[in-house]
């Protein structure tokens, strides 16, 4: 009995170590933009970022999980000190809202755009007791009540289908999603991806009048994020135009790209600029009407 009990201490003081490294929160590193503005750039890669609104706190975005979005809801208590009333989704994708829970369960408010609406109200229902607290926006919301300014837009689909951004028009800060990335490649194989309504999004915001971007990925970057990541985007897009028009099937994407006239420098035909060609065919083939055939006449019948 001794030797089991003796046994078993010894397996529990080998495993105990291991069962707390297991309950550290995810790391979560922050960073202050400006005044009452905060970015944070999140273990499993997606930044969040937040900012004061009078006595309150906006959110943008929250992480991937709900360990992430606990660490994160610290986080946002330990800079800004006041409760959190709005959370803003940028778009549906899971490492953007998954964190959702912990700012549900304490009550603020979430928004999105209508069409991120059915992805997002699940994980808005599953963390609400009242299965309430969602806002579909159209094209624009605005926030009143506070010497600060915001305003939240939707300009057409792009890196999805219900792509918004944030506005801070007096601090010159612009919370961009992943419309526009801090040095990292945009990402252009979601299903609702549309290539061409990136760039017109990313044209529009150049009209902006802006200093620092707060992107869904990487660092914070100036306004010369946006022309880096219209001229990746653009670029991609041209290549897929080509391959359309050439026929080029899947499986030799690679090897035209290699030939002198592709337009692309040979070190520059990374795997992620394969997958993204790859996305932007798979989302203008799926554009593409399927012709109706034209039902055949039937035969005259011979008079007399």
């Known amino acids: 009995m001794r030797s089991c009990v003796r046994g078993l201490a010894a397996i529990l003081a080998w495993s105990l170590p291991f069962a707390g490294l297991a309950q550290t929160p995810p790391a979560v590193s922050v960073q202050k933009v400006g005044d009452g503005v905060w970015m944070a750039q999140t273990e499993k890669g997606s930044n969040a970022g937040w900012f004061l609104l009078g006595e309150a706190v906006v959110v943008v975005d ?26 803003v989704i940028t778009h549906a994708h899971g490492d953007h809202a998954g964190g959702l829970a912990p700012f549900v369960a304490a009550g603020a408010q979430v928004i999105c755009q209508e069409n991120a609406a059915a992805a997002v109200a699940p994980l808005v229902g599953n963390a609400s007791a009242t299965k309430s607290g969602l806002l579909a926006m159209s094209d624009r919301l605005a926030f009143f009540g506070s010497p600060r300014r915001a305003a939240i837009y939707f300009l057409g689909p792009a890196h999805s289908s219900g792509d918004v951004f944030i506005y801070l028009p007096d601090d010159k800060i612009l919370f961009s999603g992943d419309l526009a ?46 022309a880096d990541t219209y001229g990746y985007v653009k670029k991609i897009n041209e290549l897929a135009q080509m391959l359309l028009k050439e026929n080029i099937g899947e499986d030799f994407i690679e090897a035209r790209l290699r030939r002198p006239n592709s337009g692309i420098e040979p070190a520059d035909i990374t795997p992620d600029v394969i997958a993204n060609i790859r996305g932007v065919l798979r989302a203008e083939r799926a554009r593409k009407p399927t012709p109706v055939a034209t039902p055949a006449r039937p035969p005259e019948k011979k008079k007399g």
Do not use: C
């Open 181 to 226: 990335l801090g040095g990292k490649a945009p990402y252009m194989q979601s299903p609702d991806v549309d290539p061409k309504g990136w760039e017109s999004v990313l044209n529009r915001l150049a009209q902006l009048d802006l200093d620092k971007i707060i992107p869904g990925h990487g660092s914070v970057s100036e306004r010369k994020s946006l």
């Open 62 to 87: 929250t992480g991937s999980d709900a360990a992430t979005g606990k660490a994160l809801q610290d986080k946002v208590q330990e800079t800004a000190g006041k409760p959190v009333r709005f959370v």
